[in-house]
């Protein structure tokens, strides 16, 4: 296997092995290598449809992988295998957490609700499945006071700290998706994956979330694992970027590389196998097209010809 | 008939109860006080056309409803025809609809004219009783909504307004609300020995506590998980069934039966949710519908076990916890229950002692709910009712958070069975048929789905009116009826249908309720108390405490912080 991994220092917090995915006749996700670093920020890009989504739900137990390996490597190097856990065990066992590409809150429940459900397993041992919590026992009231603390942290983090008791329904939709990365933060994972974060927000919210994407890499010291068609956030904060393209990698390497990388322009343009992709998504392809050339401009502005090597043996394997 | 009832609605959804911030409930009536501060030209054709579809469709209904009815005499059956009684209700319909009408088109005076009218047409006109009924409060409601409206709109209060003095009154209504509920806790703990107390209500008072109790189990499954459950009355059957065999076979007292008819239960409801759990939406309900079915099926047709559909009889009455018996000549060697005392003999003893014991049955249902509601497992119910997927995401295992439901709910299905065994002395399938799961479940969702409070109120209204207007005999079920009705209509979501947070960092006078450690952490949280509360808070709760508050708020969230 020839993948192409940038920093070869440490061995990787997650190892994705040819995954693949197949619905029915439809294969989704096409023998998909790759690897992220811890401390990193990885991004998955592709056209719609290409399959970002659906490597997401793989790594996080929502669909059984066709085949296809995903280990993730634990703080005390231990080595997990992603795909033989259900999704509820992913949080506790794998120590991946996410959040979606709609935004899945728990509505009705207020904000610091939504943030002590993300801490459920830790206060379920606390309260003795439920047992000692109904006598408010010593070791309860302990854990509750310290899941209280760690929530409204991540809340100062997002900025929401002022509308802790409010339901989450309410807030705007911007104020939303930051809850639900600290939603996913709170679950204490190792690996945060993080589907279009970016989705739906107007330009001052995403240069506030590409702050906190940053913040989060620096403080938390977790591998970030994001899904993004904002060019601008993801040229700006990913040090690695996985193209997919029709369910398989297309390219990968360092931002720069990637925004040079002809094979990525062509799939985002829809300028090869042109059928489908220019007629049926005329409107969206357009946009992002748009993006992914003014990234291919920036990066070729700073210089980059020499890093193309690795991305081209990545393409051709 | 129905359209002085669709008429009530819109008047009361200007009542002072809109605690709830559901957008939807209060765009629906944001669009009809649209439609208030601009009336439409009035125009004749249309309402004619409507006044004639309205004849249409209640002639389509009424006369093959209404006008045959078989008469039983000496000289055998034969049929009556009452055409006088439908044209009757066809004519109320319509005059019910001309009253919407003028509502409509703003003309208030002619609607509470005729509103009066129609009340004094109740009394001087020759119309059958429940006629009566229907036109003196039909008529009643159309004039105070006229009224109501008239009102507004010579005091040019807009809508808005009318929003915000709603939201008020939602806020009020919370804020009341513990008070009123410990005051009923109170009353019901004085009824007994009120003078006005009898017999008779005491036995109503049993009634519905037992109503409350399996209101509040069902809550578990149905309010906080989000499940629709049709069969609750098989553990129902499964703790009366209990109870009633444990004593006919072992003679087990009352007393131990109690925790046992809860465990069994519990242990049917664990049997039913391992199969049933991985089943969502209306298969679940199906599934326990048939549950519930199968349950009741099993105690027909296991003659030699439960003794069919003849039911068990003297089933054993409870004793005074072991100590003394409620006879006044004791069967078994315990001493009786009056001399024990020193009392002289009344039957009411046994009564409200069984009353005392289904409220402290009740009492524990509620601590226990209100408290697990607070904990971990009771978040995760909500969480699953509100999204499963990003539940599973957090690492909340569907099955075995669902099957707690389950179990808890359907133990105090049993014990409000075996209660309701040992107060009957008499059970028999017949006790446990759809309608009384569909009773249960109408006490929940109508109280409010999760509200205790709300839910206990629903038992009183449904349970407790019909029971003391039996003199109505056949009106008694259209009371029921139309209640159910009535309470959809005006409140979607159920009577009180506000949630209140398990847990708030906040507390109503703005202080820290945690020790939070961390300069960091309180002082932006003081920032935003001064600053982020007072813009963007749509919630009635939290608005409340805003611009008076703030200032207080800050001063004590730093205190909290510094200690
Ligand atoms: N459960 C499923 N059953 C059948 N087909 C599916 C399923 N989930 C995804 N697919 C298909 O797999 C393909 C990839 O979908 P996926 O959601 O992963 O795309 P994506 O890259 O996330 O796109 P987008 O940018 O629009 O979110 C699509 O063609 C989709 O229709
Ligand atoms: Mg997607």
């Known amino acids: 296997m020839s993948e192409a991994v940038p920093s070869l220092s440490a061995p990787p917090l997650l190892k994705v092995e040819h995954l693949s995915m197949r619905f029915g006749g439809l294969l989704a996700v096409d023998d998909v290598s790759f690897h992220a670093q811890d401390g990193e920020i990885t991004a998955i890009i592709g056209p719609n449809g290409a399959g970002k989504t659906t490597v997401f739900n793989c790594l996080t137990g929502f669909y059984r992988p066709t085949s296809g390996r995903c280990a993730l490597r634990h703080r005390d190097g231990s080595e997990v295998l992603l795909e033989r856990y259900e999704s509820y065990q992913i949080s506790r066992r794998g120590r991946v957490a996410r959040t979606f590409q709609n935004v899945r809150l728990f509505p009705r429940m207020t904000v610091l609700e939504n943030l002590l459900v993300a801490q459920h397993k830790m206060l379920m041992r606390a309260s003795w499945w439920t047992v000692g919590g109904i006598f408010n026992l010593p070791g309860y009231r302990r854990a509750s006071a310290y899941a209280v603390e760690r929530a409204c942290h991540y809340l100062e983090l997002v900025e929401l700290l002022p509308r802790a008791d409010d339901e989450a329904g309410e807030l705007p939709y911007g104020a939303q998706r930051r809850l639900e990365i600290a939603r996913a933060i709170c679950a204490d994972p190792v690996l945060l994956c993080l589907d279009e974060p970016a989705a739906g927000l107007n330009p001052s919210e995403s240069n506030e979330l590409r702050e906190l994407l940053r913040k989060l890499r620096e403080d938390e010291k977790i591998g970030i694992l994001l899904i993004e068609h904002d060019m601008s956030v993801v040229m700006g904060i990913s040090d690695h970027i996985v193209v997919l393209d029709h369910g398989s990698k297309i390219a990968e390497g360092v931002p720069q590389a990637v925004a040079a990388n002809p094979r990525v322009i062509a799939a985002y343009l829809g300028e090869e196998e042109s059928d489908e992709e220019a007629t049926g998504n005329g409107a969206s392809g357009g946009a992002k097209g748009n993006g992914a050339s003014n990234g291919a401009t920036s990066g070729g502005a700073t210089g980059s010809g020499a890093s193309n090597e690795a991305t081209d043996k990545g393409v051709e394997s | ?563």
């Open chain 2, 1 to 563: 008939m129905s359209d002085s009832a669709s008429q009530s609605a819109g008047a009361s959804g200007a009542s002072p109860t809109g605690a709830s911030p559901a957008g939807g409930m209060r765009s629906g009536g944001g669009g009809e006080r649209q439609v208030l501060s601009a009336f439409p030209p009035l125009d004749i054709p249309a309402i004619i056309r409507e006044l004639a579809f309205t004849t249409l469709i209640a002639s389509a209904l009424v006369f093959p409803l209404l006008t045959l009815r078989t008469v039983d005499s000496v000289e055998g059956l034969y049929i009556e025809s009452r055409w006088m009684v439908s044209f009757m209700a066809v004519a109320l319909v319509v005059a019910g609809r001309l009253g919407l009408i003028l509502l409509r088109y703003g003309k208030m005076i002619y609607a509470a004219v005729g509103g009066v009218v129609a009340i004094l047409a109740a009394f001087f006109l020759p119309v059958p009783s429940l006629f009566e009924v229907i036109l003196v409060a039909g008529g009643a409601i159309l004039a105070l909504r006229a009224l109501v409206d008239l009102f507004l709109v010579v005091r040019q209060i807009s809508p808005s307004a009318r929003a915000e003095f709603r939201d008020r009154g939602g806020v009020w209504v919370r804020r009341v609300l513990p008070w009123a509920a410990g005051l009923a806790v109170v009353f019901a703990i004085v009824l007994p020995f009120m003078p006005f107390s009898s017999r008779y209500l005491i036995d109503v008072g049993v009634l519905i506590l037992t109503y409350v109790l399996l209101g509040w189990g069902l809550n578990i499954i149905v309010g906080y998980a989000g499940l629709l459950d049709l069969g609750y009355v098989a553990f129902y059957a499964v703790g009366a069934y209990s109870y009633a065999l444990l004593a006919y076979y072992f003679d087990f007292s009352f007393w131990i039966c109690l925790p046992l008819a809860g465990l069994l239960s519990a242990s049917f409801g664990l049997l039913l949710g391992f199969p049933v759990l991985r089943l969502r939406g209306d298969y679940f309900a199906i599934v326990t519908l048939g549950f519930g079915e199968i349950i009741r099926l099993i105690l027909i047709n296991w003659f030699r076990f439960t003794n069919g559909p003849d039911g068990i009889s003297s089933i054993p009455r409870p004793s005074f916890f072991g100590i003394a018996e409620f006879a006044r000549k004791p069967k078994s060697d315990l001493p009786s229950f009056h001399e024990t005392f020193g009392l002289a003999f009344s039957s009411e003893h046994r009564l409200i002692f069984l009353y005392y014991l289904v409220l402290v049955l009740a009492a524990l249902v509620a601590a226990f709910t209100l408290r697990v509601r607070n904990l971990p497992l009771g978040r995760a119910w909500e969480a699953l009712r509100e999204d499963d997927v990003a539940s599973a995401s957090l690492g909340i295992s569907r099955t075995s958070i669902k099957l707690a439901a389950f179990g808890i709910s359907a133990t105090w299905g049993g014990i409000a069975g075996s209660f309701f065994a040992t107060r009957q002395g008499f059970i028999s399938p017949e006790s446990f048929t759809f309608i009384e799961s569909a009773i249960i479940l109408s006490i929940v969702v109508l109280g409010g789905m999760g509200s205790l409070t709300g839910i206990a109120c629903a038992a009183v209204l449904l349970i407790g009116l019909p029971e003391v207007f039996r003199e109505l005999v056949e009106y008694r079920m259209v009371t029921f009826g139309g209640g159910l009705v009535l309470i959809m209509i005006w409140r979607p979501r159920g009577l009180l249908s506000f949630r209140e947070p398990s847990i708030r960092l906040l507390d109503r006078r703005g202080r820290l309720r945690f020790a939070v450690a961390g300069r960091g952490v309180g002082e932006s949280l003081c920032a935003g108390a001064t600053g982020g509360a007072t813009g963007d808070t749509t919630s009635g709760a939290t608005s409340d405490t805003t611009s008076g508050a703030t200032s207080e708020a800050t001063s004590g969230t730093t205190g909290g912080v510094g200690r």
